[in-house]
């Protein structure tokens, strides 16, 4: 019986290990660089549905929207207000140091865009093209997400 009583609990040890590190690995990492130059660093984050963000600063930047959002911001003065954004919204986010905690059952999404100081012949040696004609309207732009 006790032998039995063994085995059980170590299988059931094993079990849970296992699905832990299943469930590890689906998880995207909560901050991605996907590019960092001397012109821009462009990050991805990831918050978990409920998740709680310990207080922490951002730039002056561009937030891209992935995912639906609510939450709830807190600034460093103690300040908190409820925010909501849709999937395919961007803005300007100016410099700032918050907490934050989402309220949705669904996660958080959204991808970070910092320009870097450079000097105006560094951006222009970087520059493609010499004509800065816009391409595309962003409100039409795809942001698929990347798993």
Same mark, same amino acid.
């Given at each position: ?66 995912? &639906?959002?609510? /939450? @709830?911001?807190?600034? +460093?003065?103690?300040? $908190? ?27 958080? &999404?959204?991808? /970070? @865009?910092?320009?870097? +100081?450079?000097?105006? $012949? ?26």
């Amino acid at each position: 019986m006790a032998r039995n009583l063994v085995a059980l609990f170590c299988c059931l040890v094993t079990c849970v290990w296992t699905f832990g590190q299943d469930a590890a690995a689906d998880r995207p990492p909560a901050f991605k660089v996907e590019i960092n130059n001397p012109q821009v660093r462009v990050v991805r984050r990831y918050h978990v549905p409920h998740e709680s963000v310990p207080m922490h600063s951002h730039k002056d930047g561009v937030v891209v929207y992935l995912t &639906e959002l609510r /939450e @709830i911001s807190t600034e +460093s003065d103690g300040t $908190s207000r409820h925010i909501t954004r849709h999937a395919g919204d961007v803005i300007w986010s100016p410099a700032h140091t918050h907490s934050l905690e989402n309220l949705a059952d669904t996660p958080i &999404e959204v991808i /970070e @865009i910092e320009l870097k +100081s450079a000097t105006p $012949s560094a951006l222009q040696s970087h520059s493609r093209s010499r004509s800065h004609k816009p391409t595309a309207n962003v409100a039409n732009v795809n942001f698929a997400k990347r798993r």
